[in-house]
């Protein structure tokens, strides 16, 4: 792919190290960390340890136990706790060990974070940030893999964002760190390592073979509500986020269809001018996510390109998605929305007039 | 083969129900006086006595006894008294608003004024309050919160200061050190853990006060609460106010039946006190004593006050259905005004004159800011705040689509 199509981020290639999306979220809050007294970290097995998934690695040793540790295994308990710091006038970045795990805070994160700001009329703020790996495709079962971003899309007052690479990560994580809303932010675990494209029988490539492996060391952001044209193409418009990105730019590779793909990464709020324009101008939209299909966030974004795209469309809007089950262990490929089923998609959007 | 009796499932049930008199002997009081007094550094494990007990100062004639009667300026305990009184008025005159359409909703405090009172009055300025929607003593017992103001967030009017967006009590006062009511149980108590953390974590002097009532601390909040103020040993009071009753549920069917909830904080390492929440001199005492530790780096403590709800739930609840009539009548921990006025007569720090004129002059004063505040309008007369600020405050800086729908509805 190419990097120059990522037109806001113009940073020099050669001053960038090469990262895996794990290691460019740590250097996201060991920045934040070292910038601003005020950020704290912190989550299950998050201290000494480092993270199941090592994102906080070395934190806890550079930073002090009372800026980053661990938590008892209470999701409400953390949010609350965060909550109560963003009262305070910290900035906690706590971490849901799996996205599948945040329901017990639900009514800290619905009820409260959200809407503290509305109800107190600015009095008191939530600037808190919650990371949460979300996704399968590492053979994590139903309790392991679930995607539930449309749970908090449908909640007014957060910001829900999904990186889908290193650079992203780190840039999408500080500013969600810096902003003074309540953000949900959902790490694709399957991109943690490298740009996994739904084959799964294939090696996986590291991300220092990638070019968006290639993150710099300090501060720098990617603003919220901002799209990126992950491929420009001009026959038809992708609308997907996290891991689809690539399963997707697989699937126009593989069919030689000629498809804009556009990486969403806030999904919201989102960039809407960004999308209405790719969509106006190819005529033709395919929605991916992995998640479940009713009620998904596709279902918003077929709405949105309906109430703002219906003139320039040629054909229905298609949606590839999770099947409506929960996430299977053994048949995880089978519910997969892999680069077949999306192939398969964008033939169909591109044969209907 | 052993024979046994069929399994039954055992749901508690107060003693008294309308027409019939409720046995208050379950609260099992203790004597005035009668409780020790820990020093501030006690370990937790050693105040599960006080966990069972219950601390009081005064006794029937209004004598202060025992360890926890600590001395107490006169001046301070003449200050909570106009307060208690001064929140007993404002509470009649918002209920009368009510009953007269001018205010959609209202939750009083009556009998309970004395806890939100004198702890507000054992704190220091910038301690942060997690309230619940019954502790305006917290903001009344204070000179710096404009009751005219507290009264315009009542009348949901043009100079509500809470915009129009939240019931009715929900007030949000942070630069009075009372966060913004929820109306969701609990989930302020762990709220006030995270506060207390944080400013243990900035090295800070300031310490959190987290409240709750008894029917809430089923909730899960209320347990995590717990945990996190004991394992981060939390510079934060954790207030239980069991005034026996949520809504119509009696306080056993939360679990306080043949145990107490202060004693929940003795299981979780806490250092935990139960409470004459109706003797003023007490709730003083022991909020310091809390406070204290807070401050010392000494940890959290659980207080529970004992009290009772004199009045309706709220303006939608009536509780004659659901519990006798004139059960406050019969509650054995009295009036906390009527108890702290004998005290201070007893004293000679204040006589019947006074407090007729003191009474006289707070209802002319709450009266006032009632009339004031009218003056600003009401939701029932229209004058409210413009339904185009209805957008504003969901995110610091209004999105894209918050602002096509503010069009959409053409304001």
């Known amino acids: 792919m190419e990097i120059d199509t990522l037109a806001e981020e113009s940073i020099e290639s050669a001053r960038r190290t090469p990262m895996t999306m794990i290691q460019a979220l740590r250097s996201a809050m060991d920045v934040m960390l070292a910038r601003d007294p005020n950020v704290v970290v912190y989550g299950q097995d998050v201290g000494y340890f480092g993270g199941v998934f090592r994102c906080t690695e070395g934190l806890q040793a550079k930073y002090g136990r009372s800026r980053v540790f661990d938590a008892p295994i209470s999701e409400g308990g953390i949010v609350g706790t965060a909550v109560g710091m963003g009262a305070y006038g910290l900035r906690a970045v706590v971490e849901i060990q799996f996205a599948d795990y945040f329901y017990p805070a639900s009514d800290q994160i619905v009820s409260e974070a959200a809407r503290l700001r509305y109800r107190s009329a600015g009095d008191f703020t939530a600037p808190i940030t919650i990371r949460m790996p979300c996704g399968g495709g590492i053979f994590g079962g139903q309790t392991h893999s679930q995607s539930p971003e449309a749970l908090f899309t449908h909640v007014c007052g957060l910001r829900t964002v999904m990186p889908s690479n290193p650079y992203d990560a780190k840039g999408l994580l500080i500013a969600a760190i810096e902003c003074d809303d309540p953000v949900i932010f959902l790490e694709p675990k399957r991109l943690y390592n490298g740009p996994f494209d739904g084959h799964h029988d294939k090696p996986v490539v590291p991300w220092s073979k990638h070019p968006l492996g290639g993150v710099p060391e300090g501060h720098y952001t990617v603003p919220l509500e901002s799209a990126s044209v992950f491929r420009a193409g001009g026959e038809l418009t992708v609308l997907t986020y996290g891991t689809m990105v690539f399963v997707a730019e697989a699937a126009a590779i593989e069919t030689g269809i000629d498809a804009e793909i556009i990486d969403l990464r806030s999904i919201w709020p989102l960039d809407l001018d960004t999308l209405v324009n790719s969509v106006r101008k190819t005529g033709r939209c395919v929605v991916v996510h992995e998640a479940t299909r009713t009620s998904g966030f596709g279902a918003e974004l077929v709405a949105l390109m309906q109430e703002h795209c219906f003139y320039h469309l040629e054909a229905p809007i298609e949606r590839v998605t999770g099947w409506d089950t929960p996430y299977p262990h053994a048949q995880e490929w089978d519910y997969f929305p892999g680069p077949v089923r999306v192939a398969a998609a964008f033939k169909r959007a591109l044969e209907k007039s | ?411």
């Open chain 2, 1 to 411: 083969m052993t024979q046994h009796e069929a399994l039954h499932l055992h749901v508690p049930e107060p003693t008294g129900r309308p027409g019939r008199h409720t046995d208050f002997s379950y609260l099992h009081l203790s004597p005035a006086g009668a409780a020790r007094r820990p020093p501030v550094d006690t370990q937790p494990v050693d105040t599960s006595d006080l966990a069972y007990a219950l601390v009081r100062v005064l006794d029937d004639e209004g004598r202060a006894l025992g360890p926890w009667a600590v001395q107490t300026d006169p001046q301070l305990l003449r200050r909570g008294l106009r307060a208690m009184m001064k929140t007993r008025i404002f509470d009649a005159r918002m209920l009368l608003a009510q009953r007269q359409k001018k205010i959609s909703f209202y939750m009083q405090c009556l009998g309970e004024e004395a806890i939100a009172i004198a702890h507000a009055l054992a704190l220091d300025p910038g301690d942060m309050c997690f309230p619940t929607y019954r502790q305006q003593g917290l903001l009344l017992a204070r000179d710096d919160v404009d009751m005219v103001e507290m009264i315009c967030q009542l009348l949901s009017n043009e100079r509500d200061p809470m915009k129009g967006r939240q019931l009715p009590v929900m007030y949000s006062y942070k630069r009075a050190g009372f966060f913004s009511i929820s109306g969701n149980l609990a989930t302020q108590f762990i709220q006030a853990v995270g506060w207390g953390m944080a400013s243990a974590i900035k090295g800070d002097s300031r310490i959190a006060s987290g409240w709750i009532g008894d029917g809430a601390t089923a909730e899960a909040d209320f347990h995590t609460a717990l945990t996190f103020a004991h394992v981060y040993r939390a510079p934060v009071i954790l207030n239980v106010v069991n005034n026996q009753w949520a809504i119509s549920t009696f306080q056993a069917i939360a679990g306080g039946e043949a145990t107490t909830f202060a004693a929940r904080g003795v299981g979780c390492g806490i250092a935990s006190l139960r409470v004459d929440g109706n003797d003023f001199l007490a709730v003083h005492a022991a909020s310091r004593w809390a406070a204290e530790r807070a401050r010392r780096n000494l940890g959290p403590t659980l207080i529970e006050w004992v009290t009772y709800r004199a009045g309706p739930h709220s303006t939608s609840d009536d509780p004659s259905k659901y519990r006798p009539a004139d059960d406050y009548a019969h509650f054995p921990l009295g009036d906390p005004i009527a108890r702290l006025k004998q005290h201070l007569i007893a004293i000679g720090a204040w006589s019947e004159q006074e407090h007729e004129d003191a009474q006289k002059e707070l209802e002319a004063q709450v009266a006032a800011a009632q009339k004031e505040a009218e003056r600003y309008g009401s939701l029932a007369d229209g004058h409210m705040r413009s339904a185009a600020e209805m957008f504003e405050d969901v995110y610091k800086d209004m999105p894209e689509h918050l602002r096509r729908q503010r069009q959409q509805l053409g304001v």
